[in-house]
């Protein structure tokens, strides 16, 4: 059973309080509050609403809704503690992933984080063995889900397409070749720790993992890993592989 919106409010808060305090000291978590809600209210006037909805091409183009301009007020106020929602630029993800230099049909694509969803359809034109998206905020997912199921494409090259709404801290990671898409869903400690976690897993299951992450704000929390290695950067995304 999901949560409701005063629950996932204080728990978000609390979550992101203890990790910000701990980062950043109380002084520090206490500005970065008063930054982020002061961005929710600016971000909440008719102009920006309506500059928002600049990223509606690709619902146009494909008749579904992943902008970030029909996204509510609380999923809003919830990626004061997550990350607010922001669709990848389609142009910017093909560039990314015709960078991979992969056997697309050997591996499963997942995006942590992953929204409403536009990252999975758009991974669909690649012949992907599977695709997963991992988001933790219900509204998103579930726009992510109608998203998948409203997705009519003649080019369309993989079908298997799940949604699920998990922290992404939560989220096992298969035992199968990964390309893990990142688009700063986490902060710093937590994007850590799942780094670790892929450590463990590779240590477990070795197997071949890219990671492709887009606006790489916290790039050394990848950097620092004796597992991975960079294989590219642009200043929009950097690729990161496991050292087989
Ligand atoms: C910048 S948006 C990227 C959306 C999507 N990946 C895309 O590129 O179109 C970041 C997303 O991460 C989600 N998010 C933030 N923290 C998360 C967490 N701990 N687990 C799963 N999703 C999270 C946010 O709700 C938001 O939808």
Known sequence: ?????????????????????????????ASLLARNLWGFVRDSTPER????YGDMDY?????????????????????????????????????MMASLPIAFDTFTFIDLGSGKGRTLLMASEYPFRKIVGVEILPELDRAAQENIQAYKSPTQQCSEIQAVCVDARDFELPDEPLVLYLFNPLPEAPLRQLIERLEKSLAHSPRAVWIVYHNPLLEP????????????????????????
């Open 1 to 29: 059973m999901s949560s409701s919106f005063p629950q996932q409010f204080w728990s978000g808060l609390r979550n992101w309080w203890r990790e910000q305090a701990d980062a950043n000291g109380l002084t520090g978590a």
């Open 59 to 95: 619902d146009w183009e494909h008749r579904v809704n992943t902008t970030s301009g029909t996204v509510g007020w609380q999923a809003r106020l919830l990626g004061c503690f997550h990350s607010p929602y922001q669709p990848t630029e389609p142009a910017l993800f093909h560039e």
């Open 49 to 52: 609403r309506r500059s928002r």
């Open 221 to 244: 929390a990848l950097a620092v890993s004796p597992f991975l290695e960079k294989a590219g950067s642009t200043p929009y995304y950097s690729l990161y592989r496991n050292s087989l």
